[in-house]
């Protein structure tokens, strides 16, 4: 069974850090890794999306790495700004098995970055 | 183009009730799956529907189902509500089946609370 973890759980930084979260998972067999943002109360925002055949992908200020055989990932948010607080949140989705759509997520970490 | 769309936004019911919920993935895709996210933890996954057939279920109980249309937009369905089926409850849609390359799209979700 897949299972997800996020660390740190929370995270309070102010203006213009750099910063990484965290993510890994149990079972290396992963067709892909997301990272996904959730303002409160709203639905989850793609951010990046990395093949398990690929080592990292940048957006912008976001860079997110993975290291499949270790079962890690990170993302990293560049000179973070007030905008970036928002709950940030991996998924794998598993290779094999008839679930073909099913995610499993992390907990999450909450940002906060503060002016 | 609109995104993924659900209804309604907030439902408050009592113990026992039926509920339905409701989504239109975007417009092309036909893979609709359905996750529940209860406060302050990830979203977990509850049905993959593809081509109008179930293709995933994760672990929930029968009181659950869902159904998908011909035009692709899905029905969440919940019998014998319970406290604990207090939730928001996320639709993601996806172009295909296998979505190795693509990210999942998610709405904003229905906010569902049980008294």
């Known amino acids: 069974k897949q299972e997800v973890t996020q660390i740190p759980a929370a995270l309070s930084v102010p203006e213009g850090e750099n910063l990484v979260l965290n993510c890994s998972f149990t079972?290396?067999?992963?067709?892909?890794l997301q990272w996904f943002r959730q303002d409160p109360g709203k639905g989850l925002t793609s951010l990046l999306l990395?093949?398990?055949?690929?080592r990292e992908q940048t957006s912008g200020r976001l860079n997110a790495s993975l290291d499949k055989s270790s079962g890690r990932s990170t993302l990293y948010i560049a000179a973070s700004q007030p905008g970036d607080s928002a709950t940030y949140l991996c998924?794998?989705?598993?290779?094999?098995?008839?679930?073909?759509?099913?995610?499993?997520f992390g907990q999450g970490t909450i940002l906060t970055v503060h002016p | 183009d609109a995104g993924v769309t659900q209804s309604p936004t907030h439902l408050i019911k009592t113990r026992g009730q039926q509920v339905t919920l409701r989504c239109s993935p975007i417009?092309?895709?036909?893979?609709v799956s359905w996750y529940q996210q209860v406060l302050g933890q990830g979203p977990q996954f509850i049905f993959q529907?593809?081509?109008?057939?179930?293709?995933g279920r994760g672990n929930f109980p029968d009181r659950f189902s869902a159904r998908q249309f011909p035009n692709y937009s899905s029905e969440l369905n919940v019998n014998a509500l319970l406290l604990g089926d207090s939730a928001l409850y996320l639709c993601?849609?996806?172009?295909?089946?296998?979505?190795?390359?693509?990210?999942?799209?998610f709405g904003d979700g229905t906010r569902l609370s049980i008294l």
């Open positions: 993601a849609s996806s172009a295909h089946l296998g979505f190795v390359n693509q990210p999942q799209h």
């Open positions: 079972d290396s067999a992963i067709y892909n």
């Open positions: 990395i093949q398990s055949s690929q």
């Open positions: 998924a794998v989705s598993n290779a094999g098995g008839t679930s073909y759509g099913k995610l499993t």
């Open positions: 417009s092309g895709h036909k893979s």
């Open positions: 529907y593809y081509e109008k057939e179930e293709r």
